[in-house]
């Protein structure tokens, strides 16, 4: 304890004191006579020099410790700008305090600081989840009377997260239903922590934090907290995860919060001093304020936090672990589903037997993982508690191998309450007592909580409990999802087939359902219940629909009862005792599961002898005939699909099990890179690897690459040196610059105002959709005297008729052909001279100011070596801009694709900067673009021209008729949807920043007037404000239904499964064009590490186009208007036709 610290008020009958022997810290006083929110202020008074946490991130980066006096001198300016941004104070007219929603994407060190800067400013906090939806936040938000909400929505009220978007739309929405609403701004971590933005980092200045901290009166001086009661008054407010409808708001005062507080004084351990890693518990949740706050405050223990980022780093089964190696803890929490995946790799079991103890709870982990953990000498300790109940289990650092129960703390007090079920079965029921009380009381008459837990006793030990699972039939998967069953049964037994269905799942992944039939099944025979799963089917898909995807039933969980030899169990009211069902199938459930994995035992399913491309498929063949062999007549079609030969998604499942297994015996790799890293190839299997290759030739290639490693590495380093050769070929050998002459024979001399005035444009391209409104926007422009509009010629119509056309259909007025300023020019920009009269060539020589390269040929199935043409017409076009008479060299534009960064996996953005080839891989038509950038960049060093390289994300259709090419990738998604039934949905997270059409044109001549010290730009033409995915397929679909032809909707990945299997029915592609684009499609299902756009790509930062162009800063959100113009065009077109 530090030295001049007042007298200890340790909480009343506690059983280890914390910190005991650390002279660092002083807990704080527990007898209410200090309000929580000034426990900031005594750890900044007593225990300055403690540390709170340490910040750890990837890379050979010391880990920086952050003590008391840096994180609470933090706290208080975020108080200070709080109390600052809501000038008539904390107080509402009846004396208690404002609430303030907080919903932010931050890291959990920068959240924690906004939660108590909220508390210490004098307000109640409420922690929202970013999961919530939009009407749920609303909902919350309504619920407690909060007026304020502290979070971000984009510089310049321009969201660019769906995070943003949501605040956005809320605080939208609440103001127009008249509900009074402020957004106060979200400092972020830069400004709250300086120093952490530098790299390398500073060393914490004392005097200089302390000199810009502003001092904070006590809390008790502030009209939210006169009078306030120590223990009522509020402090925090909690919501439950609102699984089966909104979330339920939970308030904590003064009391109950100090019970998160003085939790660790009830075990047998001193924490005091630990370094603790608990980055899997979110800010919001009670188990992370628990872990977040309480422990380091009311402890002193030191906790383990990700560096502040943007974005932040996301908490994934590698980053935890990464946690858990570079900070050296003590003690860590684990995820469950984390914890699952770490019990299959007996290095990282290892590691976690170096910790005192495993802490794990939130969600059930499966039963084999803890036994896996414990033999491996891990230490596990079952936490277990509740929002309206607060963290109620003992820490116990004391290993036992009867790991599944929980040991319930002596604070609490507790009892069982027998289930109306069976006898034998019981909740348990937490009572308010002199120094404990539950959060909210829902028993009548008493002040107790009933948590509708069902509990089972430990058979000889007092106060430990083993947590089966909710009575209300709520089941908690390995992941912590939840599925509500109660819904999804009775959908199934809307079957006539069908007498009772009880879904399972608890503690995995991979829901179930037991049904037991009204017309009894022969279950010996398996013909029989495929029969009766086929019959029923269409009822199980009817209940996947209405669930949330990890509910999803597949066919072969389906377990079909026996009802005259085993009956469900039942109450005597005639209702199903669904935890006794439970227990009654427990050994034809974990059967079930075992099955997926009993097959790797198989001699078929033994690794390779020989790891060679030769001993791989033989495996895999052996692999794909030992799972299919029941279904089949005769082995396997090597080069035929799979799926179409009968395997079925548990038989996928086998597969990939059988693949990891056997690859896990495989010796590892090591890849050729400066670091000479070791690579495990069974990390990088996809989950659905065998729907991506579905044919055992495809799948041992695939297998082989794995092995290899460096395969990918070799063919990545030929197509960088294709690209490389082609700069070098078109990139050297400039012509000598033409000094222009006036008429007096000396050197002319430019007038940048007579420049910006009299713009002379040579257009490539200006039939196509972008360079007709491209041409379109030149020739309304006063500050463009002449367009040279350059196409190639055509043997079936003039230049004029396609032109005309070309304006026609994108609703460009007819007129416009015959515009003074425009000149039609037929030629070949790969020929020497442009293929045009020598004497028109010399007039551009003399006139053009201006060159925007946009003809290109679409093709994703063309090398980089069948571009060289296009590459070549790009070099002769520079050459024109170097041949130039005039005295200022014409700026060359080209409008180049996202497709030259389709290979970026860094986080954040891509930058608005010249990028290496690597970036480019992927396919030819993005790595040849890539060629010509670099071409560009050479001729802006070498002869000093000055390029603009527009990377164009995807165009949308026009604002004017909505025109969009039919042949696009996302028209033929919708006419598949039409012709499948159904439209694919993705997650709220898949956003989309498609451009339209004439806005990029309009942004394009902007930049081009756009004045610039820079010789050479990198500009992004993609929409700086995301809409979602979801938002246009919705759209869609209303507007088919409008027009008679209704659609349903389906997770994209089952949708894109679908695609796929039609591709072998006769005629499938003519009729279903999108059949063509099954490569690109398949993006759509690939999750990525960083966060990417639906389909797979890249999110980009527009600032510096933003600043070119008005058009792009100021342009609307993407909204269901937008989609009913594209589709009026697409129908127009024939799309459905």
Same mark, same amino acid.
């Given at each position: 304890?530090?030295?001049?610290?007042?007298?200890?008020?340790?909480?009343?009958?506690?059983?280890?004191?914390?910190?005991?022997?650390?002279?660092?810290?002083?807990?704080?006083?527990?007898?209410?006579?200090?309000?929580?929110?000034?426990?900031?202020? &005594?750890?900044?008074?007593?225990?300055?020099?403690?540390?709170?946490?340490?910040?750890?991130?990837?890379?050979?980066?010391?880990? /920086?410790?952050?003590?008391?006096?840096?994180?609470?001198?933090?706290?208080?300016?975020?108080?200070?700008?709080?109390?600052?941004?809501?000038?008539?104070?904390?107080?509402?007219?009846?004396? +208690?305090?404002?609430?303030?929603?907080?919903?932010?994407?931050?890291?959990?060190?920068?959240?924690?600081? !906004?939660?108590?800067?909220?508390?210490?400013?004098?307000?109640?906090?409420?922690?929202?989840?970013?999961?919530?939806?939009?009407?749920?936040?609303?909902?919350?938000?309504?619920?407690?009377?909060?007026?304020?909400?502290?979070?971000?929505?984009?510089?310049?009220?321009?969201?660019?997260?769906?995070?943003?978007?949501?605040?956005?739309?809320?605080?939208?929405?609440?103001?127009?239903?008249?509900?009074?609403?402020?957004?106060?701004?979200?400092?972020?971590?830069?400004?709250?922590?300086?120093?952490?933005?530098?790299?390398?980092?500073?060393?914490?200045?004392?005097?200089?934090?302390?000199?810009?901290?502003? *001092?904070?009166?006590?809390?008790?001086?502030?009209?939210?907290?006169?009078?306030?009661?120590?223990?009522?008054?509020?402090?925090?407010?909690?919501?439950?995860?609102?699984?089966?409808?909104?979330?339920?708001?939970?308030?904590?005062?003064?009391?109950?919060?100090?019970?998160?507080?003085?939790?660790? &004084?009830?075990?047998?351990?001193?924490?005091?001093?630990?370094?603790?890693?608990?980055?899997?518990?979110?800010?919001?949740?009670?188990?992370?304020?628990?872990?977040?706050?309480?422990?380091?405050?009311?402890?002193? /223990?030191?906790?383990?936090?990700?560096?502040?980022?943007?974005?932040?780093?996301?908490?994934?089964?590698?980053?935890?672990?990464?946690?858990?190696?570079?900070?050296?803890?003590?003690?860590?929490?684990?995820?469950?589903?984390?914890?699952?995946?770490?019990?299959?790799?007996?290095?990282?079991?290892?590691?976690?037997?170096?910790?005192?103890?495993?802490?794990?709870?939130?969600?059930?982990?499966?039963?084999?993982?803890?036994?896996?953990?414990?033999?491996?000498? *891990?230490? !596990?300790?079952?936490?277990?508690?509740?929002?309206?109940?607060?963290?109620?289990?003992?820490?116990?650092?004391?290993?036992?191998?009867? &790991?599944?129960?929980?040991?319930?703390?002596? +604070?609490?007090?507790?009892?069982?309450?027998?289930?109306?079920?069976?006898?034998?079965?019981?909740?348990?029921?937490?009572?308010?007592?002199?120094?404990?009380?539950?959060?909210?009381?829902?028993?009548? =008459?008493?002040?107790?909580?009933? @948590?509708?837990?069902?509990?089972?006793?430990?058979? @000889?030990?007092?106060?430990?409990?083993?947590?089966?699972?909710?009575?209300?039939?709520?089941?908690?998967?390995?992941?912590?999802?939840?599925?509500?069953? =109660?819904?999804?049964?009775?959908?199934?037994?809307?079957?006539?087939?069908?007498?009772?269905?009880?879904?399972?799942?608890?503690?995995?992944?991979?829901?179930?359902?037991?049904?037991?039939?009204?017309?009894?099944?022969?279950?010996?025979?398996?013909?029989?219940?495929?029969?009766?799963?086929?019959?029923?089917?269409?009822?199980?898909?009817?209940?996947?629909?209405?669930?949330?995807?990890?509910?999803?039933?597949?066919?072969?969980?389906?377990?079909?009862?026996?009802?005259?030899?085993?009956?469900?169990?039942?109450?005597?009211?005639?209702?199903?005792?669904?935890?006794?069902?439970?227990?009654?199938?427990?050994?034809?459930?974990?059967?079930?599961?075992?099955?997926?994995?009993?097959?790797?035992?198989?001699?078929?399913?033994?690794?390779?002898?020989?790891?060679?491309?030769?001993?791989?498929?033989?495996?895999?063949?052996?692999?794909?005939?030992?799972?299919?062999?029941?279904?089949?007549?005769?082995?396997?079609?090597?080069?035929?699909?799979?799926?179409?030969?009968?395997?079925?998604?548990?038989?996928?499942?086998?597969?990939?099990?059988?693949?990891?297994?056997?690859?896990?015996?495989?010796?590892?790799?090591?890849?050729?890179?400066?670091?000479?890293?070791?690579?495990?190839?069974?990390?990088? #299997?996809?989950?659905?690897?065998?729907?991506?290759?579905?044919?055992?030739?495809?799948?041992?290639?695939?297998?082989?690459?794995?092995?290899?490693?460096?395969?990918?590495?070799?063919?990545?380093?030929?197509?960088?040196?294709?690209?490389?050769?082609? #700069?070098?070929?078109?990139?050297?050998?400039?012509?000598?610059?033409?000094?222009?002459?006036?008429?007096?024979?000396?050197?002319?001399?430019?007038?940048?105002?007579?420049?910006?005035?009299?713009?002379?444009?040579?257009?490539?391209? @200006?039939?196509?959709?972008?360079?007709?409104?491209?041409?379109?926007?030149?020739?309304?422009?006063?500050?463009?005297? $002449? *367009?040279?509009?350059?196409?190639?010629?055509?043997?079936?119509?003039?230049?004029?008729?396609?032109?005309?056309?070309?304006?026609?259909?994108?609703?460009?007025?007819? $007129? +416009?052909?015959?515009?003074? $300023?425009?000149?039609?020019?037929?030629?070949?920009?790969?020929?020497?001279?442009?293929?045009?009269?020598?004497?028109?060539?010399?007039?551009?020589?003399?006139?053009?100011?201006?060159?925007?390269?946009?003809?290109?040929?679409?093709?994703?199935?063309?090398?980089?070596?069948?571009?060289?043409?296009?590459?070549?017409?790009?070099?002769?076009?520079?050459?024109?801009?170097?041949?130039?008479?005039?005295?200022?060299?014409?700026?060359?534009?080209?409008?180049?694709?996202?497709?030259?960064?389709?290979?970026?996996?860094?986080?954040?953005? /891509?930058?608005?900067?010249?990028?290496?080839?690597?970036?480019?891989?992927?396919?030819?038509?993005?790595?040849?673009?890539?060629?010509?950038?670099?071409?560009?960049?050479?001729?802006?060093?070498?002869?000093?021209?000055?390029?603009?390289?527009?990377?164009?994300?995807?165009?949308?259709?026009?604002?004017?008729?909505?025109?969009?090419?039919?042949?696009?990738? /996302?028209?033929?998604?919708?006419?598949?949807?039409?012709?499948?039934?159904?439209?694919?949905?993705?997650?709220?997270?898949?956003?989309?920043?498609?451009?339209?059409?004439?806005?990029?044109?309009?942004?394009?001549?902007?930049?081009?007037?756009?004045?610039?010290?820079?010789?050479?730009?990198?500009?992004?033409?993609?929409?700086?404000?995301?809409?979602?995915?979801?938002?246009?397929?919705?759209?869609?679909?209303?507007?088919?239904?409008?027009?008679?032809?209704?659609?349903?909707?389906?997770?994209? %990945?089952?949708?894109?499964?679908?695609?796929?299997?039609?591709?072998?029915?006769?005629?499938?592609?003519?009729?279903?064009?999108?059949? $063509?684009?099954?490569?690109?499609?398949?993006?759509?299902?690939?999750?990525?590490?960083?966060?990417?756009?639906?389909?797979?790509?890249?999110?980009?930062?527009?600032?510096?186009?933003?600043?070119?162009?008005?058009?792009?800063?100021?342009?609307?959100?993407?909204? *269901?208007?937008?989609?009913?113009?594209?589709?009026?065009? %697409?129908?127009?077109?024939?799309?459905?036709?």
């Amino acid at each position: 304890m530090t030295s001049g610290a007042p007298e200890a008020r340790f909480p009343p009958g506690y059983v280890t004191q914390q910190s005991a022997n650390v002279p660092t810290f002083t807990p704080p006083p527990f007898d209410g006579s200090l309000p929580v929110g000034e426990f900031v202020d &005594w750890h900044l008074r007593y225990s300055e020099y403690h540390n709170y946490c340490l910040l750890v991130e990837d890379g050979d980066q010391e880990n /920086v410790p952050i003590t008391y006096g840096e994180f609470c001198r933090a706290i208080h300016r975020v108080a200070k700008q709080i109390q600052d941004a809501v000038p008539d104070g904390p107080a509402r007219a009846d004396g +208690m305090p404002k609430t303030i929603a907080l919903l932010s994407p931050a890291d959990v060190f920068t959240y924690f600081t !906004l939660l108590l800067g909220i508390i210490r400013a004098g307000f109640e906090v409420f922690p929202l989840s970013n999961r919530n939806s939009d009407a749920g936040i609303k909902h919350l938000i309504t619920g407690v009377d909060a007026h304020y909400l502290l979070g971000s929505v984009g510089t310049e009220n321009k969201p660019r997260t769906a995070l943003q978007q949501s605040i956005y739309t809320v605080v939208t929405e609440l103001k127009s239903d008249n509900y009074d609403i402020a957004l106060l701004p979200e400092p972020h971590f830069t400004e709250i922590y300086p120093r952490l933005a530098r790299r390398p980092i500073t060393p914490y200045d004392r005097e200089a934090d302390i000199s810009r901290t502003p *001092v904070l009166p006590p809390l008790s001086s502030l009209p939210s907290y006169h009078n306030a009661d120590p223990h009522s008054h509020p402090c925090l407010i909690l919501h439950s995860s609102g699984s089966t409808k909104f979330p339920k708001t939970i308030r904590q005062n003064q009391r109950s919060t100090r019970h998160l507080l003085d939790w660790p &004084w009830y075990g047998d351990v001193d924490l005091g001093g630990t370094v603790a890693s608990v980055v899997g518990t979110p800010g919001f949740h009670t188990g992370g304020i628990a872990f977040g706050i309480a422990l380091p405050f009311g402890a002193g /223990v030191t906790l383990v936090n990700f560096m502040p980022a943007e974005p932040a780093v996301q908490t994934t089964a590698e980053t935890a672990l990464l946690s858990f190696k570079k900070s050296h803890c003590d003690w860590c929490f684990g995820v469950p589903a984390f914890l699952d995946s770490y019990s299959n790799d007996p290095d990282t079991i290892q590691l976690l037997a170096t910790k005192r103890a495993v802490l794990f709870g939130s969600a059930p982990l499966p039963e084999e993982a803890g036994d896996r953990l414990i033999a491996g000498g *891990v230490n !596990l300790v079952n936490i277990y508690g509740a929002t309206e109940i607060c963290i109620v289990s003992r820490i116990s650092f004391e290993r036992k191998t009867d &790991w599944l129960y929980t040991e319930i703390s002596p +604070m609490t007090s507790h009892r069982l309450q027998a289930d109306d079920e069976a006898g034998d079965i019981y909740r348990l029921v937490f009572e308010a007592n002199d120094h404990y009380s539950p959060a909210v009381y829902n028993i009548p =008459g008493e002040f107790a909580y009933d @948590t509708n837990d069902v509990a089972v006793p430990h058979p @000889t030990q007092k106060n430990r409990y083993r947590i089966l699972g909710r009575a209300d039939d709520q089941i908690m998967h390995s992941t912590g999802e939840k599925t509500n069953p =109660g819904p999804l049964e009775n959908i199934l037994c809307g079957s006539p087939l069908i007498k009772t269905a009880v879904y399972f799942g608890r503690a995995r992944i991979q829901t179930g359902v037991i049904v037991e039939p009204f017309i009894p099944v022969d279950i010996s025979s398996e013909a029989a219940i495929a029969e009766f799963r086929n019959k029923i089917w269409p009822y199980v898909e009817r209940a996947n629909k209405f669930g949330p995807s990890h509910s999803r039933v597949f066919k072969e969980y389906v377990l079909v009862s026996d009802p005259v030899n085993k009956p469900l169990a039942r109450t005597p009211k005639g209702s199903i005792a669904r935890n006794s069902v439970l227990q009654q199938y427990e050994d034809e459930i974990e059967k079930l599961y075992a099955t997926v994995h009993e097959y790797t035992q198989y001699e078929w399913a033994q690794p390779p002898s020989v790891w060679d491309e030769d001993g791989i498929y033989d495996f895999v063949a052996r692999v794909i005939n030992g799972v299919m062999k029941e279904g089949v007549g005769g082995p396997i079609d090597a080069q035929r699909d799979l799926f179409e030969q009968g395997c079925d998604s548990l038989q996928a499942t086998l597969i990939r099990n059988s693949i990891i297994h056997a690859l896990r015996s495989c010796p590892m790799i090591t890849r050729q890179s400066e670091t000479q890293t070791q690579t495990d190839p069974a990390r990088n #299997v996809p989950q659905n690897i065998v729907f991506e290759y579905p044919t055992i030739s495809s799948l041992a290639e695939f297998m082989t690459q794995l092995v290899n490693g460096a395969r990918e590495t070799r063919q990545q380093t030929g197509d960088v040196a294709k690209m490389l050769a082609l #700069v070098t070929k078109y990139g050297t050998d400039w012509p000598s610059p033409i000094n222009a002459r006036g008429e007096d024979g000396e050197p002319a001399t430019n007038n940048g105002n007579d420049y910006a005035h009299h713009q002379c444009v040579l257009l490539t391209g @200006t039939t196509g959709t972008l360079g007709a409104y491209i041409l379109s926007s030149l020739l309304l422009d006063d500050q463009v005297e $002449k *367009v040279y509009a350059f196409n190639r010629p055509s043997t079936s119509q003039t230049v004029t008729e396609r032109q005309l056309e070309a304006f026609v259909d994108r609703g460009i007025p007819e $007129k +416009m052909i015959r515009h003074p $300023k425009l000149v039609l020019v037929e030629g070949d920009t790969s020929e020497s001279g442009l293929a045009i009269d020598s004497a028109l060539y010399t007039e551009m020589l003399s006139s053009v100011t201006c060159i925007i390269h946009n003809a290109w040929r679409l093709d994703f199935n063309m090398g980089v070596s069948s571009f060289e043409s296009h590459i070549r017409g790009a070099r002769n076009l520079m050459d024109l801009a170097l041949k130039s008479e005039r005295p200022e060299k014409p700026h060359f534009f080209f409008t180049s694709s996202i497709g030259t960064i389709a290979n970026w996996t860094r986080k954040g953005p /891509v930058p608005e900067e010249p990028l290496e080839a690597e970036v480019a891989l992927g396919t030819g038509y993005g790595e040849s673009k890539w060629v010509v950038d670099k071409i560009m960049r050479a001729a802006s060093e070498q002869r000093g021209l000055r390029t603009t390289t527009f990377r164009i994300g995807q165009l949308a259709g026009s604002m004017v008729n909505g025109a969009w090419n039919t042949t696009d990738w /996302v028209p033929h998604i919708v006419k598949a949807g039409y012709i499948m039934g159904s439209l694919p949905l993705m997650g709220e997270e898949d956003v989309i920043s498609w451009l339209p059409v004439d806005a990029a044109a309009v942004s394009i001549v902007q930049a081009m007037h756009h004045q610039s010290t820079d010789v050479n730009r990198t500009l992004h033409v993609c929409h700086p404000y995301v809409a979602r995915w979801n938002m246009v397929i919705y759209a869609i679909a209303d507007y088919l239904e409008r027009k008679g032809r209704h659609l349903n909707f389906e997770p994209y %990945w089952t949708w894109f499964q679908r695609l796929e299997a039609s591709a072998n029915e006769s005629g499938a592609l003519q009729k279903n064009p999108a059949l $063509k684009l099954l490569d690109f499609l398949r993006s759509g299902t690939i999750k990525h590490t960083h966060q990417r756009e639906a389909m797979g790509f890249p999110l980009v930062d527009t600032q510096k186009m933003q600043t070119t162009s008005s058009t792009l800063s100021n342009i609307p959100r993407l909204d *269901v208007s937008d989609v009913e113009r594209w589709m009026d065009y %697409w129908v127009a077109h024939g799309l459905f036709a």
